[in-house]
């Protein structure tokens, strides 16, 4: 979570890498997939002359449109995608000093996509297919010092969206269904020790819909275990509520790691200050 937590089936571009498993938010589908759209430059990076190290960076694309359909052949899944993109705009930045890391990011989008994802591969089964339009924004915060941390999320969407989700692979486990028209506010928060994350969400519905999802995947971009769930409904006014668990085996690792060479350090310093206590006592004879 470094930063980065609901829903496992979704593709939302800034949701998904800030949160790690957040699904219906923003962008609606994985803008990492969106070949199409400019990507951002490298990050401008500044320091300051109070020792305050900043780095950011921003992208606005759109509009923009396009179909495309792949396989399935050679093992490899089929997709069919399609999208009419009137803008993403996004723009995130970090600020550092020693331990301590402040990050944060926005991102707003509006348009229409679809996608469909299907067949039987090496990896195992995978059967998805999405379709949103609407408008949707994010705002992201987080703070963290050393091998701990905080973060907070709302986002906001208005449009209609629709998925049904089954994927059951070596790296992934997921299952879950949406459908929902109307208005969407959600606050998310958790915390982070060692590389553990959990967190928890909550969403305020005005229109139609229903959602349940739950599972469980292995993100490739990061290489963090991610455990979710989610549930809500809405027949004019309702809401829904999610839990969202990560866990970063490199930051798991480093933690550790401190941990044992701080016990080291604290075994050779019991062991310097047994050393001279008994060269005071035998000075003492």
């Known amino acids: 979570m470094s930063g980065r937590a609901a829903e496992l089936n979704s593709t939302n571009p800034a949701s998904?890498?800030?949160?790690?498993?957040?699904?219906?938010?923003?962008?609606?589908?994985?803008?990492?997939?969106v070949g199409d759209l400019a990507k951002a430059g490298a990050p401008e990076v500044a320091t300051k002359p109070d020792g305050w190290i900043s780095a950011g960076k921003t992208s606005v694309t759109g509009p923009d449109v396009g179909f495309t359909v792949t396989g399935p052949k050679y093992g490899k899944e089929g997709t069919v995608k399609a999208y009419a993109d009137l803008f993403h705009a996004?723009?995130?930045?970090?600020?550092?000093?020693?331990?301590l890391k402040l990050s944060?990011?926005?991102?707003?989008?509006?348009?229409?996509?679809?996608?469909?994802?299907?067949?039987?591969?090496?990896?195992?089964?995978v059967a998805k297919a999405e379709a949103s339009a609407g408008i949707r924004a994010l705002a992201e915060g987080r703070a963290e010092y050393g091998h701990a941390g905080a973060y907070g999320r709302v986002e906001g969407f208005v449009g209609g969206e629709a998925a049904v989700n089954l994927k059951a692979t070596k790296n992934e486990l997921t299952a879950g269904g949406k459908a929902f028209?109307?208005?969407k506010g959600t606050v998310a928060g958790g915390v982070e020790?060692?590389?553990?994350?959990?967190?928890?969400?909550?969403?305020?519905?005005?229109?139609?819909?229903?959602?349940a999802w739950w599972g469980f995947k292995k993100d490739e971009e990061t290489g963090e275990f991610k455990l979710g769930g989610k549930a809500g409904l809405a027949?004019?006014?309702?809401?829904?509520?999610?839990?969202?668990?990560?866990?970063?085996?490199?930051?798991?690792?480093?933690?550790?790691?401190?941990?044992?060479?701080?016990?080291?350090?604290?075994?050779?310093?019991?062991?310097?200050?047994?050393?001279?206590?008994?060269?005071?006592?035998?000075?003492w004879f």
């Open 181 to 183: 028209a109307g208005a």
């Open 16 to 33: 998904e890498r800030m949160s790690g498993m957040d699904g219906g938010g923003l962008g609606g589908f994985n803008a990492r997939e």
């Open 90 to 99: 996004t723009a995130d930045g970090t600020l550092t000093r020693g331990d």
């Open 193 to 211: 020790v060692a590389g553990i994350s959990f967190g928890g969400t909550a969403e305020g519905w005005k229109g139609a819909g229903a959602e």
């Open 235 to 283: 027949p004019g006014l309702g809401g829904a509520l999610g839990v969202e668990i990560a866990v970063d085996p490199g930051k798991l690792a480093d933690a550790a790691g401190d941990a044992a060479h701080a016990v080291g350090d604290t075994v050779d310093a019991v062991g310097d200050a047994a050393g001279s206590a008994k060269k005071i006592v035998t000075g």
């Open 104 to 125: 944060g990011i926005a991102d707003v989008y509006g348009g229409a996509r679809g996608t469909a994802n299907f067949g039987f591969t090496g990896e195992g089964l």
